[in-house]
């Protein structure tokens, strides 16, 4: 199992900065692939960026270009570096972690029904 623990989240003006942390502990099995989804309440989950051990990122169109995945192995941290923020990315945002291979299929996808443990949220919030 994997424990996960997001902080970072705040307020900014829209064309701000955040970047969010993640610190990951437990069988590190479970932390093969790594991600961000983020959710609106009444609206359904979205995962939109995903990080292999081997620092391969896939990204989803809505964050493409403004926000960076990254990892630091050593100390089991996940980052979510978010640029030129628009109120649409409002949203609590969730650390999410999965084994390599669960359920028969392996890989890292970016698919929400593929990761298995999340944190708690960090909220963040962009004002026009």
């Known amino acids: 199992q994997a424990h996960l623990v997001e902080s970072g989240g705040g307020s900014v003006e829209a064309g701000g900065s955040l970047r969010l942390s993640c610190v990951a502990s437990?069988?590190?099995?479970?932390?093969?692939?790594m991600g961000w989804f983020r959710q609106v309440p009444g609206k359904e989950r979205e995962i939109f960026a995903i990080?292999?051990?081997?620092?391969?990122?896939t990204y989803g169109d809505s964050v493409e270009g403004r926000f960076t995945i990254s990892q630091d192995n050593a100390n089991n941290i996940l980052y979510l570096q978010m640029n030129r923020l628009e109120p649409e990315d409002t949203a609590m945002y969730y650390c999410?972690?999965?084994?390599?291979?669960?359920?028969?299929?392996?890989?890292?996808?970016?698919?929400?029904?593929?990761?298995?443990?999340w944190g708690r949220g960090t909220q963040v919030t962009v004002s026009s």
């Open positions: 437990g069988n590190p099995y479970d932390t093969n692939c």
């Open positions: 990080i292999d051990k081997s620092g391969r990122a």
């Open positions: 999410t972690s999965s084994p390599y291979c669960r359920r028969g299929v392996c890989g890292c996808r970016l698919l929400i029904d593929d990761f298995l443990y």
